[in-house]
């Protein structure tokens, strides 16, 4: 099992545009530093806002070591606090969903008003001070009506990060909509192999008959040539949609950790759907048109997204393990579109549920091949596999930061 500095080392000599060593993909001290060094520290998506719609609504998401319970206050503020009673550390919600008028804790039944303070415990003597015993807060941010949790004691700046996801989710109303449909599903690979898959459609044709009826593998219309080129109808999608107020250019951020990119999906089809056309005819965007593409967004280490002009899906990545990582997928349409009228749920599901089953496989594979005693890292195709160069690079950059304390920093070449 790796030491943090084997770890340092390993990252060091990394050979920029391949593919990261062995032991970065499956050692358990490895794993275990990533979730210190960056699951830890990071901003990370928990749920859009609209999963918790009503005062007391709650979710619990876990963490590695860490549960994490979120909660609407009276008050409509989005709050999370450590799963973790005040008394003797029960567990304070036990299920993953629910709702009530406060937090009460099944052991001893200490009870917790809403926005964390500590209301009852009976019997603790005239010396005990309640307000010393309220819930541990974790940082939380509604980001547009993405609800994003940072564990660390300090959470890291992400004022650019509001701003621009705020000016990019303008015309799709998070707030206002509601979860048609929710599927988890683990993935036996490491969490960077997860990310890796998704950084690139290299491997789409291959493997995603269904996505690709829709989704454009051209690495220019999705942000991931370095060229910085954008082909002839990419650039007239993007003026047509900044035209309506959907801001559409290639936006990434200094560090690496987010982008935004509104690309167009092929053959003018309106969603991710088996013939092109929308999925909900109640829409949960404000753009006047049905071909507006998909947004499509990420915030590493946690999330990926796709805005499009009938509805949003959201994805959560968590690890598990070395070589385990939750999938957690929902499907967002507006508050009163009707099931069964507005949209069919195996329609707005069918190409995505498909899809993460097919990269399921590619990332169990890919796991499977890295284990073996012959594995070496492998060149990436500068032409398809731009976002995995950029993502690697994130990757090392931010655990070589966090472990020397920002001292060095290495980019591809």
């Known amino acids: 099992m790796l030491r943090e500095s084997d770890v340092l080392s390993t990252l060091m000599r990394r050979k920029p545009g391949y593919s990261l060593a062995q032991d970065l993909y499956c050692d358990p001290g490895v794993f275990q530093t990533d979730m210190d060094r960056i699951w830890y520290k990071e901003w990370l998506f928990a749920i859009p806002s609209c999963e918790i719609p009503k005062k007391g609504n709650y979710v619990v998401h876990e963490v590695g070591a860490y549960s994490v319970v979120i909660v609407r206050g009276n008050d409509d503020q989005i709050r999370a606090f450590h799963n973790s009673c005040r008394h003797r550390g029960s567990v304070l919600c036990k299920t993953k969903k ?4 406060k937090l009460v804790c099944p052991y001893h039944q200490w009870t917790y008003e809403l926005d964390g303070k500590l209301l009852w415990a009976r019997e603790m003597g005239p010396d005990f001070d309640a307000s010393k015993h309220g819930l541990k807060q974790v940082h939380c941010r509604n980001v547009s009506g993405m609800v994003y949790i940072c564990l660390a004691d300090e959470a890291p700046e992400i004022e650019e990060f509001v ?7 303008a015309p799709h109303d998070l707030e206002n909509s509601k979860i048609a449909y929710e599927s988890t599903i683990v993935e036996n690979g490491n969490w960077k192999l997860v990310w890796e898959n998704n950084r690139e459609c290299y491997h789409c044709s291959g493997n995603h008959p269904s996505l690709c009826r829709t989704f454009p593998e051209d690495p220019r219309a999705i942000g991931n040539d370095d060229s910085g080129e954008m082909n002839a109808l990419q650039q007239q999608h993007s003026q047509r949609c900044d035209a309506v107020g959907a801001p559409s250019a290639h936006l990434e951020s200094a560090l690496g950790d987010w982008r935004f990119v509104r690309t167009p999906l092929l053959d003018n089809a309106e969603s991710y759907t088996m013939d092109g056309k929308a999925a909900v005819s109640k829409p949960n965007s404000s753009i006047p048109f049905k071909d507006a593409g998909s947004l499509l967004k990420y915030k590493y280490p946690g999330t990926w997204n796709h805005f499009l002009s009938d509805h949003i899906i959201v994805f959560r990545v968590t690890p598990i393990s ?8 929902k499907w967002l349409v507006h508050k009163d579109a009707v099931e069964g009228q507005d949209y069919d749920i195996k329609r707005l599901t069918e190409v995505w549920i498909a899809t993460n089953d097919e990269d399921r496989e590619v990332v169990e594979n890919n796991q499977r091949g890295i284990q073996s005693p012959a594995y070496e890292p492998g060149p ?3 032409t ?6 950029q993502f690697t690079d994130w990757y090392a950059n931010t655990m070589i930061r966090a472990i020397t304390g920002g001292v060095k920093r290495i980019a591809a070449e």
């Open 98 to 101: 629910g709702t009530g008028p």
């Open 322 to 329: 070395p070589t385990q990582t939750e999938v957690c997928t």
């Open 380 to 382: 990436y195709s500068p």
């Open 384 to 389: 398809h596999e731009g976002g995995n160069i």
């Open 163 to 169: 701003a621009q996801t705020a000016r990019y989710l």
